[in-house]
């Protein structure tokens, strides 16, 4: 396993393993039947992973990921198990290095888009609601401010790039790429879920702005909840008492990051700038306290 000097787990490395597929945040292990899903301590911002992590930021997106699934209840998802010691005895040697931030999951055949659901209006949204009054070909009213809450919540799909930004694609494109049918079905799941969380969410003092959700589909043509669900890395998290509308709240995810990189003048291209200590230490802080407010641990 490879460690940074803030003890970040920046690398998995399991010699007895065939060689994982590293994202940027994930490394996953091929095990014939199943994926074993690692989320090391990698931060990436504007596409960009940076040299340095986020110590037990990997355990905070498992952590908070298996609280989701928990809470949505009957609602299928990718997850085996999470406990290592049920894990194939090939791991045991890497317990310590698994525990808290892994999960056993089942194989999946990825429907090939994010699905991208919003509450409020901020970032690209808002940038593009400023020229056109819509969000992805979805007309809105006008009125709006920067960070307002929507009406109601709505649906932007984008590609999945394995290089560069994902791409927003309006409900008619996604129809075309996926078939109707499905298209319906991820557009009321991907609402149902973020409904469901927000809600949880808003009375631990937390607002969702918006995040992303993932989907496969299982041998019984099933729709399955799959990859990490409402972490700081996949939604925007402010808390309730700071937000106003108007103006961007302070975060409780990585936008920290970005806007320390704005500041400096990072022109969004590799190679990234190593993180200084107390930005490390700070977006550490941030979500440590989104899984202590969301999920009570």
């Keep these: 396993?490879?460690?940074?000097?803030?003890?970040?787990?920046?690398?998995?490395?399991?010699?007895?393993?065939?060689?994982?597929?590293?994202?940027?945040v994930r490394d996953v292990y091929d095990l014939g039947d199943s994926l074993l899903f690692v989320a090391t301590d990698r931060i990436s911002a504007f596409d960009c992973i940076m040299p340095n992590g986020v110590p037990d930021k990997g355990k905070v997106l498992t952590q908070l990921s298996l609280f989701w699934f928990k809470l949505f209840g009957s609602r299928p998802n990718h997850l085996i198990t999470a406990d290592v010691a049920k894990y194939p005895a090939t791991l045991k040697q890497y317990s310590q290095d698994l525990d808290g931030r892994s999960?056993?999951?089942?194989?999946?055949?990825?429907?090939?888009?994010e699905c991208v659901v919003r509450g409020y209006?901020?970032?690209?949204?808002?940038?593009?609601?400023?020229?056109?009054?819509?969000?992805?070909?979805?007309?809105?009213?006008?009125?709006?401010?920067?960070?307002?809450?929507?009406?109601?919540?709505?649906?932007?799909?984008?590609?999945?790039?394995?290089?560069?930004h994902d791409m927003p694609v309006s409900f008619e494109q996604l129809c075309d790429i996926v078939g109707k049918d499905l298209a319906e079905k991820l557009k009321k799941l991907s609402i149902d879920l973020y409904t469901i969380a927000a809600e949880h969410a808003l009375k631990s003092g937390i607002i969702i702005a918006d995040t992303k959700f993932e989907f496969g589909m299982d041998d019984n043509g099933n729709l399955v909840i799959a990859d990490e669900v409402l972490t700081p890395d996949s939604s925007r998290f402010w808390p309730a008492d700071s937000y106003k509308p108007g103006a961007n709240p302070p975060s409780l995810d990585k936008q920290y990051?970005?806007?320390?990189?704005?500041e400096i003048g990072f022109n969004h291209q590799p190679p990234a700038p190593e993180l200084p200590k107390e930005v490390v230490m700070k977006t550490r802080e941030k979500y440590l306290s989104a899984l202590s407010r969301i999920a009570g641990c």
């Design 103 to 113: 999960m056993l999951v089942k194989k999946l055949k990825m429907v090939p888009v």
């Design 1 to 24: 396993m490879k460690y940074d000097s803030n003890h970040a787990l920046l690398e998995t490395e399991m010699p007895n393993l065939p060689a994982p597929m590293r994202g940027k």
């Design 257 to 262: 990051v970005r806007d320390w990189l704005d």
């Design 121 to 164: 209006l901020a970032g690209s949204g808002w940038k593009e609601y400023q020229k056109c009054s819509q969000v992805c070909g979805i007309p809105l009213r006008p009125g709006y401010q920067n960070c307002s809450k929507l009406d109601e919540p709505i649906f932007t799909p984008t590609t999945k790039e394995t290089s560069g």
